[in-house]
């Protein structure tokens, strides 16, 4: 096969996958004429557009039973917000990147980074690290797997985390309580506090339609809180509201 341009390329991978039902890079390679470094890229490009699901040493399609708000089908403005937070994050840092549908879109904006070291709890996140051109040092927690939320968790998890010590941590949350903190559905809180206990800083990562859900779980407090990254839909006294707990409050532009 003849080498094609990005377009024509991408366009061919979609083809081969919807016939196949799934491919490999080495594959891909073989049958496009093309390098592995970019046929990853075309890969990362392709799910980021929400087209394909990366896995390791290739891809499959998006099952068609997967709602607009799933895990793996991130939303513009999560994206967006993502952006925003990856710019707090410098080479040779190391990072915590929990499971959540908001953080996962950190990662193709670790690409540029040199010298990284990411601990995560999520086999997904993991899997698309790996897959990073860039080569990040990549740690598991392990421990007991939770289907809920779609991670590992427990006292093997926590663990292994208080081996470490950390630069930042990057978490999401279910809801905000304006005077207490972040707030979860999962009744699983254990992990979130050590992760945010071995990291020098804690940076959550929420829409701003999050705000004042009410939700009984209290994640983590203000106090363990030094960074908020949200969009610009949150309103200006609750953002007042946070920095007044000591959190520095970055807003993304909004996006459809």
């Known amino acids: 096969m003849t080498k094609r341009n990005t377009q024509q390329r991408r366009h061919a991978i979609l083809n081969l996958l919807n016939v196949q039902g799934e491919v490999s890079v080495d594959e891909l390679v073989a049958k496009l004429e093309t390098s592995a470094v970019t046929i990853r890229k075309d890969l990362t490009a392709l799910e980021k557009n929400g087209l394909l699901f990366r896995r390791h040493g290739g891809a499959i399609p998006v099952p068609q039973d997967i709602s607009q708000g799933g895990y793996r089908k991130q939303s513009p403005n999560k994206q967006s917000i993502a952006a925003a937070a990856a710019r707090l994050i410098s080479d040779h840092n190391r990072i915590i990147i929990d499971s959540g549908s908001t953080t996962i879109g950190l990662i193709p ?9 990411v601990m995560t709890n999520s086999l997904h996140l993991a899997n698309a690290i790996q897959d990073l051109e860039n080569e990040p040092t990549l740690l598991m927690t392990g421990g007991t797997w939770d289907p809920h939320s ?48 071995v990291s020098r800083e804690v940076v959550v990562m929420l829409e701003s339609q999050k705000l004042g859900r009410i939700i009984p779980n209290l994640e983590l407090p203000w106090s363990k809180v030094n960074y908020l990254v949200t969009d610009d839909r949150i309103p200006v006294e609750a953002a007042a509201t946070i920095r007044a707990q000591g959190v520095d409050v970055i807003i993304a532009p909004y996006a459809d």
């Open 150 to 197: 779609e991670s590992f968790q427990g006292r093997v998890a926590e663990q292994v985390l208080r081996a470490y010590n950390f630069d930042q941590l990057f978490i999401g949350a279910d809801g905000l309580d304006l005077q207490r903190g972040t707030t979860t559905f999962n009744e699983l809180t254990g992990l979130s506090q050590v992760m945010a206990e």
């Open 109 to 117: 904006h670790l690409s540029d980074k040199r010298g990284l070291l």
